[in-house]
């Protein structure tokens, strides 16, 4: 029998809040619950985005809030070296190439899912003269990457209509996150990715490369995300507050698995083996987002 392995792959911008607190916790409790292994991964290959000491403090919090996790921490920004190899892999068969355009050259191109604009495919056929590369796309193809997503249901996206050719290796020398966590994702053997539904539209180009790579295809949770009452994401950006134990009764009735009274102000540890005895995923709510209270932000 295979043993499941999860991960929790915060950003390193800020510290650990409540959106984040409702990432780990589902991750958690599904690795844990099906007796797998639950890893902690710093997702910090944009490194201009990363707050100095945030990896620190989240790993702090982690740990206030009863969180155990398997083996050492794996970081991005020390992994540049296999990113390379993997990307040479694909330019060397084609799969990826130069691309000259600028972002004002493309800014009037139709907006992709994510909300950046579809590539139109100017560089695929090679460099125009007098032009140099900026940086590397990997070619996309027409029709449907179609997944199971354990919450959200069937996902069904054609990359090529609705993203484009997407970036590999950015023109300020750093390799996108889409490369990086396909690459992380394999070599740590993620079995089962449980994150929140913001990443959902990412998954698709995710599973692109994996079938590039001759890479085996995870399991997908996307869990809801929690918005503020503009419907914004909790982030560092929207200005949302650190959160710590006190706030995990809050994330696991986000999640659908509300604590019994009696354990609401039990140490963390106890909540935590409650969750992992009770975990159920049909409980998470079937939606992309969901409004935290003022309290939970």
């Not at 409540?18 to 490194?47: C, Q």
Request: charged share 25%; proline share 4%.
């Amino acid at each position: 029998m295979t043993i499941s392995i999860g991960r929790f792959a915060p950003s390193p911008s800020g510290p650990l809040h409540f959106g984040s607190l409702v990432a780990a916790l589902g991750s958690y409790l599904d690795a844990r619950a099906s007796g797998g292994r639950w890893l902690v991964r710093i997702e910090d290959v944009d490194e201009p985005r990363t707050q100095a000491g945030a990896a620190e403090t989240i790993f702090a919090s982690l740990e206030r809030c009863g969180f155990e996790w398997d083996g050492s921490v794996l970081r991005q920004s020390e992994r540049k070296e296999r990113y390379r190899e993997v990307f040479e892999q694909l330019v060397a068969s084609g799969a990826a190439y130069a691309c000259g355009c600028t972002r004002k050259e493309i800014a009037d191109s139709a907006l992709a899912v994510d909300g950046a604009r579809i590539y139109p495919g100017t560089c695929r056929n090679g460099l125009a003269p007098g032009r140099e590369a900026r940086a590397f796309r990997v070619r996309t193809q027409a029709g449907l990457v179609e997944f199971a997503d354990r919450v959200q249901g069937r996902i069904a996206q054609d990359i090529e209509r609705d993203v484009g050719d997407f970036v590999l290796l950015r023109a300020d020398g750093y390799f996108a996150y889409q490369l990086a966590v396909v690459v992380d994702d394999a070599d740590q053997g993620i079995t089962d990715v449980v994150r929140g539904a913001d990443l959902l539209d990412s998954t698709a180009r995710q599973i692109h490369l994996q079938r590039l790579l001759g890479l085996s295809t995870p399991r997908y949770l996307h869990l809801p995300v929690a918005v503020n009452a503009q419907g914004e994401k909790l982030s560092k950006q929207t200005e949302a507050r650190a959160a710590g134990p006190g706030s995990l009764p809050a994330a696991f009735e986000f999640l659908g698995h509300a604590l019994p009274k009696e354990l609401v102000d039990a140490p963390a540890t106890q909540q935590l083996a409650w969750g992992i005895a009770h975990w159920d995923a049909e409980r998470i709510p079937k939606t992309r987002a969901i409004a935290a209270s003022s309290q939970e932000g």
